[in-house]
């Protein structure tokens, strides 16, 4: 076959002419499109490097700022006895959350890091700056720690108030890498009670030895207060106020790709950029935290122990494309029949009615399973973004409840600039439970956008 040219004569008003001037338009769109994505290709890797001062050439000292936004729409269907701020009933609505934004610093010298993130989370229209508010919007540390490598990438120790969590691979997961529209509550099980945003305040060592990756620490768990926390009663345990550290850890056999422990975030997918196969285990163990008391009336003392298991796997495929799966078991033991709702911004929950809002079985004593299977698609719209659809899963069976409490969404994530610009769509069926008994789905469509740098 012959080479196809295109030949400029500007003094032919014919046919040759309208090819021309159509080759002419061609060239030019070729240029401008190649332009535009190689300039959003620099952006995207402008934005994966952060806002960097280096101090050195080699890199080992430096000063590196960033940020982090999560803004929710949602489009709820309410737990039925839900009422509004007006005093009615109410069974469905529509808000805006603003879920998140933090400001990071991290300081790298030579062997010594430290890390400082200060933000807000979760400000629902019920939480305001106005003085004719009760809940009033605050800030605070997520993290603020300094850690030193005492053995090149096999050991770094370090303290203060960290993510270097036991337990499972999510349970110390950024919230700027998910996939679904947040990380999954139950690889937090005690986030609503001795947890400050799934961190606490201890020492930590962690690093790499051969194929295996590693965090321990131990912890002083935040105090519950005593006058709002659930009662303990008959067989049925609850937190109580306790000065007693927690132990835990993680360990992960890393059969591809290694990941780093240089910061202590695990992200939930790299985009196909990576190959990954790991297996992991994890505990927690916060002793004498829990009491309950039996049928004669004497109170009895109970540990927490959590222990699980979970598989992470992501492998890139042709243009571009990945699969990606994590698979999660934990065991739970707070004490007999422990049990606690939850609900990410859940506004109008009422303490006359637990299951109001939109509440649904979150921790307890008893076993869960969290799955999550992703499918990033091949380069479909060029490299600047990319489409991914994905299927999440949290099956809940807990000692207190009759029947297994089942949470599933499924969503679709468009980025753009790799994970610094992304916008999400999950539709999310909620497990409603009357008491103790499964009675119905309820409907919540989450419409995300988050950015960071």
Same mark, same amino acid.
């Given at each position: 076959?012959?080479?196809?040219?295109?030949?400029?004569?500007?003094?032919?008003?014919?046919?040759?002419?309208?090819?021309?001037?159509?080759?002419?338009?061609?060239?030019?769109?070729?240029?401008?499109?190649?332009?535009?994505?190689?300039?959003?290709?620099?952006?995207k890797n402008s934005l994966e490097k952060g806002?960097?001062?280096?101090?050195?050439?080699?890199?080992?000292?430096?000063?590196?700022?960033?940020?982090?936004?999560?803004?929710?729409?949602?489009?709820?269907?309410?737990?039925?006895?839900?009422?509004?701020?007006?005093?009615?009933?109410?069974?469905?609505?529509?808000?805006?959350?603003?879920?998140?934004?933090?400001?990071?610093?991290?300081?790298?010298?030579?062997?010594? =890091?430290?890390?400082?993130?200060? /933000?807000?989370? =979760?400000?629902?229209?019920?939480?305001?700056?106005?003085? !004719?508010? &009760?809940? $009033?919007?605050?800030? !605070?540390?997520?993290?603020f720690w300094g850690s030193y490598e005492i053995?090149?990438? !096999?050991?770094?120790?370090?303290?203060?108030?960290?993510?270097?969590?036991? @337990?499972?691979?999510?349970?110390?997961?950024?919230?700027?890498? &998910?996939?679904?529209?947040?990380?999954?509550?139950?690889?937090?099980?005690?986030?609503?009670?001795?947890?400050?945003?799934?961190?606490?305040?201890?020492?930590?060592?962690?690093?790499?030895?051969?194929?295996?990756?590693?965090?321990?620490?131990? /912890?002083?768990?935040?105090?519950?207060?005593?006058?709002?926390?659930?009662?303990?009663?008959?067989?049925?345990a609850a937190d109580i106020p306790n000065n007693?550290?927690?132990?835990?850890?993680?360990? *992960?056999?890393?059969?591809?790709?290694?990941? =780093? *422990?240089?910061?202590?975030?695990?992200?939930?997918?790299? @985009?196909? $950029?990576?190959?990954? @196969?790991?297996?992991?285990?994890?505990?927690?163990?916060?002793?004498?935290?829990?009491?309950?008391?039996?049928?004669?009336?004497?109170?009895?003392?109970?540990?927490?122990?959590?222990?699980?298991?979970?598989?992470?796997?992501?492998?890139?495929?042709?243009?571009?494309?990945?699969?990606?799966?994590?698979?999660?078991?934990?065991?739970?033991?707070?004490?007999?029949?422990?049990?606690?709702?939850?609900?990410? /911004?859940?506004?109008?929950?009422?303490?006359?009615?637990?299951? #109001?809002?939109?509440?649904?079985?979150?921790?307890?004593?008893?076993?869960?399973?969290?799955?999550?299977?992703?499918?990033?698609?091949?380069?479909?719209?060029?490299?600047?973004? $990319?489409?991914?659809?994905?299927?999440?899963?949290?099956?809940?069976?807990?000692?207190?409840?009759?029947?297994?409490?089942?949470?599933?969404?499924?969503?679709?994530?468009? !980025?753009?600039?790799?994970?610094? @610009?992304?916008?999400?769509?999950?539709?999310?069926?909620?497990?409603?439970?009357?008491?103790?008994?499964?009675?119905?789905?309820?409907?919540?469509?989450?419409?995300? =956008?988050?950015? #960071?740098?």
């Amino acid at each position: 076959m012959g080479k196809m040219s295109c030949r400029v004569k500007l003094y032919n008003h014919g046919t040759s002419g309208l090819i021309t001037k159509y080759c002419l338009v061609v060239i030019i769109l070729i240029v401008s499109v190649n332009n535009v994505l190689q300039g959003q290709e620099n952006i995207k890797n402008s934005l994966e490097k952060g806002v960097v001062h280096n101090f050195s050439d080699d890199g080992k000292y430096f000063v590196k700022f960033g940020s982090a936004f999560d803004f929710w729409g949602r489009i709820i269907q309410y737990n039925p006895g839900t009422v509004s701020s007006s005093g009615e009933s109410i069974n469905k609505d529509f808000d805006f959350v603003l879920r998140r934004a933090t400001m990071a610093t991290t300081m790298r010298m030579d062997r010594f =890091t430290g890390f400082v993130m200060l /933000g807000t989370g =979760t400000q629902t229209f019920m939480v305001s700056a106005s003085p !004719y508010t &009760t809940s $009033k919007p605050t800030l !605070y540390f997520y993290d603020f720690w300094g850690s030193y490598e005492i053995v090149r990438d !096999y050991l770094r120790i370090g303290y203060g108030l960290n993510l270097y969590r036991g @337990l499972s691979r999510y349970s110390s997961a950024t919230a700027s890498k &998910t996939i679904g529209a947040d990380v999954p509550m139950l690889s937090a099980p005690d986030v609503l009670t001795t947890d400050q945003l799934a961190r606490h305040l201890g020492f930590f060592a962690a690093g790499n030895i051969n194929v295996f990756n590693y965090r321990f620490m131990a /912890g002083k768990p935040f105090v519950v207060n005593s006058a709002s926390k659930p009662a303990f009663t008959v067989n049925k345990a609850a937190d109580i106020p306790n000065n007693n550290s927690s132990y835990e850890g993680y360990l *992960s056999i890393q059969l591809f790709e290694k990941e =780093t *422990s240089f910061l202590p975030f695990f992200a939930a997918t790299y @985009l196909g $950029k990576r190959k990954i @196969l790991n297996f992991g285990a994890g505990f927690y163990s916060h002793p004498n935290s829990t009491q309950s008391t039996t049928p004669a009336g004497d109170t009895l003392t109970h540990n927490k122990f959590h222990f699980a298991f979970d598989v992470f796997f992501e492998y890139p495929v042709a243009d571009g494309g990945a699969v990606t799966f994590y698979g999660a078991f934990f065991k739970y033991n707070y004490g007999p029949n422990y049990f606690m709702n939850g609900g990410a /911004g859940n506004t109008l929950v009422t303490a006359a009615l637990p299951g #109001s809002g939109i509440s649904e079985p979150n921790f307890g004593t008893g076993t869960a399973i969290a799955t999550q299977l992703a499918w990033l698609f091949p380069a479909l719209i060029g490299e600047a973004g $990319k489409m991914q659809v994905y299927y999440e899963g949290n099956y809940m069976f807990f000692d207190a409840l009759n029947d297994p409490a089942l949470h599933h969404n499924l969503g679709l994530t468009y !980025y753009l600039f790799g994970q610094n @610009l992304k916008f999400t769509a999950q539709y999310e069926l909620r497990p409603y439970f009357k008491n103790i008994d499964f009675d119905s789905y309820k409907n919540m469509i989450i419409l995300k =956008t988050q950015f #960071s740098f």
